[in-house]
């Protein structure tokens, strides 16, 4: 072939690729040809039960049996260990409120403890969660799953997209093997995709980008996925019984409803709160909320513990200032880095310690690799700490560290010691079954062990969970350390002795049951 014949095919190349960048094509709408974005949406209605019957539906009530995927509370991570749920949920769908009664079924309580109940009732915009005491506020994610329910559940979300202002046909995709036409509009500032059935035109799902406000809210802005099955012909409506939430890609949560019962009465005083809890709901600041360092505790001259919902210590060494756990949020971390300057002025900080890589423990990462610190994490944990890093940058707080620099890691995978002098701290992988992904730190001058997230006593002071105690004892046992005082993430300073008495305790009230039969 001549060269003019090969300049001249090239140049017919770039040709078509300039009028198609000029003239892109049109998205395939499988399903829908020839329609518009509005007729396609009205289309998937009529196949739902039409439009006029799917907008006389003004309430539900849904029985629903659940199962969710435990990523933020699994001690191993994948395979998660899952958690149950039975909800009655009410919707009031032309009133915007939501009533749903839960009875939980939780892996990770005491033996003969893991049924609890609990009321959620919320609109858009508060909400309460009513238990044996009372009323108290819900959380910013229960607002979150709140209007997600009532504006893109199965009866609402093809309404919602045909009331958009910006309906428009989305790049189709396939699923489950099938091309589907894609329809997108923004919903609440939230951008949203419909997945529709090319065949029965029905919902197959619904996707959100979002920054959630539950413990997915330290991966930034996060894909989500509804998937609608096993549908069932209710009152001259197809509804999709069954559920399935997908995060980033991995399935998280599964629900079937077995009983949906549409136009229910609805009672007043079922949807009625404490005004007070209502309200402090809808100014709560989440995972944003603000370090207090006004419940201090010295544990030994130049280390001090910071107690709240998740504890802190400032380690005072002749160098400089160490920070043991920077959880929560960059807003948090902030806060406990202020109150090392305002207590130490003039001290430069030289590392942090993160001894786990439980989802609330590691939310001040962003911040502590933007300051270019030494960072102790265990060698287990670092896949997932730099998925977290590696996510949106969009994690709210991070403001001047939304673009960290690489992370300046000090791998924990046996005996680490930071810092010299009476404060110095030995770091020890506890490797049990269910704590292998955190550390402890000895305090070797003041027999002082902080064991990460393993110490919690119940309100009869016993402990919670005996068996993440009976593994720091194991690997205490393993160090020959000598330990006076222990405390932990949720804990504060507790004897050992006390420890290791309730461990015996628990000990026997399994085997001499045993011998005494």
């Known amino acids: ?12 190349s770039v040709a078509a690729a300039a009028s198609l960048l000029a003239h892109p094509r049109p998205a395939t709408t499988p399903g829908c040809v020839g329609l518009a974005p509005a007729a396609c949406v009205t289309q998937s209605l009529t196949a739902m039960g039409g439009r ?8 539900v009530r849904l029985d629903v049996v659940s199962h969710t995927l435990l990523m933020e509370q699994s001690y191993r991570q994948a395979p998660f260990i899952t958690s149950y749920a039975r909800d009655k949920t009410t919707l009031d769908l032309a009133g915007l409120r939501l009533r749903s009664e839960t009875h939980s079924i939780w892996p990770e309580s005491d033996l003969n403890e893991a049924e609890s109940d609990c009321t959620l009732i919320a609109t858009p915009t508060a909400g309460v969660r009513r238990g044996a005491q009372g009323d108290s506020p819900c959380s910013l994610a229960d607002l979150d799953r709140t209007r997600e329910r009532l504006a893109l559940g199965p009866l609402r979300a093809l309404l919602t997209a045909l009331a958009s202002p910006d309906l428009r046909y989305a790049p189709a995709e396939v699923l489950r093997e099938t091309e589907h036409t894609v329809v997108a509009f923004t919903w609440n500032g939230v951008p949203v995709r419909l997945v529709l059935n090319p065949f029965n035109h029905l919902p197959d799902a619904v996707e959100t980008s979002a920054h959630f406000n539950d413990f997915w809210y330290h991966w930034g802005e996060v894909k989500q996925r509804v998937y609608w099955d096993n549908w069932r012909y209710v009152r001259g409506v197809s509804y999709p019984s069954n559920e399935i939430i ?21 009672a007043g005083p079922d949807f009625d709160m404490d005004a007070t809890a209502a309200q402090r709901s809808a100014a709560a600041k989440g995972w944003e909320r603000p370090f207090d360092a006004g419940k201090s505790v010295q544990l030994a001259a130049g280390i001090d513990l910071y107690r709240g919902s998740w504890n802190t210590t400032l380690v005072h060494q002749s160098d400089g200032v160490v920070i043991l756990e920077t959880p929560v949020s960059a807003n948090f971390t902030r806060g406990i880095f202020e109150e090392a300057a305002r207590k130490y002025p003039g001290e430069r900080i030289t590392a942090v310690l993160l001894t786990s890589d439980s989802w609330p423990h590691v939310g001040g990462i962003r911040f502590d690799v933007g300051e270019g610190l030494p960072i102790y994490a265990l060698d287990l944990n670092l896949p997932l700490l730099e998925r977290l890093l590696a996510a949106s940058p969009a994690a709210a707080g991070g403001e001047e560290h939304d673009r960290p620099r690489p992370a300046n890691w000090r791998v924990v995978a046996k005996k680490e010691v930071v810092g010299s002098g009476a404060n110095r701290m ?19 001058e003041h027999r002082l062990l902080y064991a990460s997230d393993t110490l919690v006593m119940n309100e009869n002071h016993t402990l919670y969970d005996p068996q993440l105690m009976h593994e720091v004892r194991q690997a205490v046992e393993r160090e020959h350390l000598a330990v006076d005082t222990v405390y932990a993430m949720h804990e504060g300073p507790t004897p050992w002795r006390d420890v290791i008495a309730l461990l015996d305790t628990n000990a026997c009230i399994t085997d001499c049951t045993h011998a005494s039969g």
């Open 1 to 12: 072939m001549s060269i003019c014949r090969l300049s001249l095919i090239a140049a017919m």
């Open 52 to 59: 006029q019957r799917l907008e006389d539906i003004h309430s």
């Open 246 to 266: 997908e995060r980033d890609g991995a399935i998280w949560r599964s629900s079937q409803a077995l009983d949906v019962t549409f136009n229910v009465a609805l």
């Open 426 to 444: 030995e770091l020890y992988p506890l490797r049990g079954a269910s704590t292998e992904r955190q550390y402890m730190v000895y305090f070797p």
